[in-house]
């Protein structure tokens, strides 16, 4: 079995995790929505995750929605006592599986018990607000709704709050409302606008969390990648990972599957080891591959 500790660990809030973790999104009904195809399959997963030495998964209530955090409980609890659940706030699903912004002070109250009810926890390890100005990051002032969760966490509802789709600019106005245990955005090897802030919150301690569109690596398929992933004879999704985890250390990845076969080679990305020539070649591939559009937060919501 492949010892993903060898990816080393980071600290989210005030505990250390592993840097490779699982992304539950994929365990819902296509488009998010819904309920699996495969239940059991869906419970083996998330057993397969944490009986690998998974302790980092990454949730929201808007999935299904309530389904995937449903299933995390039927899955795993009571918890093992190293596991951190992290989810998001800040939108809802339409009846038509539409994703709508969630950010007044009653919607984000009621998504916080909403996700205790579901999860059975008295608090939430961690609860990232996820920006809906825009289907990427765009400007607009968070002090309203952070300032809601903040005052949620003095409750000793929340222990830590992250940001989800946020601008450097917008990651500074939260600091100064309440501490900040992680950023997650949109980042690969191909999609590299967040590098400056990467490597900011590295020097802060601030763990950042790379998520990806529906569907993995897709459009990082390129000759480069498929021709470094056979020479190491890995897949390209473990080669992408590897990178992440050689990028920078305070990166927290959350690849997510709902197929206990692609889970473990996820998670075999920890024993890869890529020489330096070889990240040359994959540092290459930002300015030869344009990203894939956003099509929409039903694509692009993490």
């Given at each position: 079995?492949?010892?993903?500790?060898?990816s080393?660990?980071?600290?989210?809030?005030?505990?250390?995790?592993?840097?490779?973790?699982?992304?539950?999104?994929?365990?819902a009904?296509?488009?998010?929505?819904?309920?699996?195809?495969d239940?059991?399959?869906?419970?083996?997963?998330?057993?397969?995750?944490v009986?690998?030495?998974?302790?980092?998964i990454?949730?929201?209530d808007?999935?299904?929605?309530?389904?995937?955090?449903k299933?995390?409980?039927?899955a795993?609890h009571?918890?093992?006592?190293d596991?951190?659940?992290?989810?998001?706030?800040?939108?809802?699903?339409?009846?038509?599986?539409?994703?709508n912004?969630?950010?007044s002070?009653?919607e984000?109250?009621?998504?916080?018990?909403?996700?205790?009810?579901h999860l059975?926890?008295?608090a939430?390890?961690?609860?990232?607000?996820?920006?809906?100005?825009?289907h990427?990051?765009?400007?607009?002032?968070l002090?309203?709704?952070?300032t809601v969760?903040?005052?949620?966490?003095?409750?000793?509802?929340i222990?830590h709050?992250?940001?989800?789709?946020?601008?450097?600019?917008?990651?500074?106005?939260?600091r100064?409302i309440?501490?900040?245990?992680?950023?997650?955005?949109y980042?690969n090897?191909?999609?590299?606008?967040?590098?400056?802030m990467?490597d900011?919150?590295?020097?802060?301690?601030?763990?950042?969390?790379?998520?990806?569109p529906?569907?993995g690596?897709t459009?990082?398929?390129s000759?480069e990648?498929?021709?470094?992933?056979?020479a190491?004879?890995?897949?390209p999704?473990?080669?992408?990972?590897?990178w992440l985890?050689q990028?920078?250390p305070?990166?927290?990845?959350?690849?997510?599957?709902?197929?206990?076969?692609?889970?473990?080679?996820n998670l075999?990305?920890?024993?890869?080891?890529?020489?330096?020539?070889?990240?040359?070649v994959?540092?290459?591939?930002?300015?030869?591959?344009?990203?894939?559009?956003?099509r929409?937060?039903?694509?692009?919501?993490?």
């Open positions: 079995m492949t010892d993903i500790k060898k080393g660990t980071f600290k989210l809030g005030d505990r250390k995790v592993k840097r490779l973790g699982y992304g539950a999104m994929q365990l009904g296509p488009g998010v929505f819904g309920p699996p195809k239940h059991n399959g869906a419970i083996a997963v998330l057993r397969e995750a009986a690998s030495g998974v302790d980092h990454d949730t929201s808007y999935y299904g929605p309530y389904v995937v955090n299933l995390i409980r039927e795993l009571p918890y093992p006592k596991l951190v659940i992290v989810t998001k706030l800040g939108a809802q699903r339409g009846a038509d599986g539409s994703w912004p969630a950010f002070a009653e984000l109250t009621s998504a916080v018990h909403d996700n205790l009810r059975g926890v008295d939430l390890d961690v609860a990232n607000l996820r920006l809906m100005f825009s990427g990051p765009a400007e607009g002032s002090e309203a709704p952070l969760l903040a005052d949620l966490q003095r409750q000793g509802l222990r709050i992250g940001l989800s789709n946020a601008t450097a600019k917008q990651i500074a106005e939260g100064r309440c501490e900040i245990a992680c950023v997650q955005n980042y090897l191909a999609h590299r606008p967040d590098d400056a990467i900011d919150l590295a020097r802060d301690g601030i763990a950042y969390v790379p998520f990806f529906l569907g690596f459009p990082l398929q000759t990648l498929s021709d470094v992933a056979q190491l004879g890995a897949t999704m473990q080669v992408a990972l590897a985890l990028r920078a305070n990166l927290l990845l959350i690849p997510g599957t709902s197929s206990v076969g692609h889970l473990r080679e075999a990305a920890a024993d890869l080891v890529l020489p330096s020539d070889t990240v040359a994959l540092d290459r591939i930002a300015s030869g591959i344009a990203p894939a559009p956003l929409g937060h039903g694509i692009r919501v993490a």
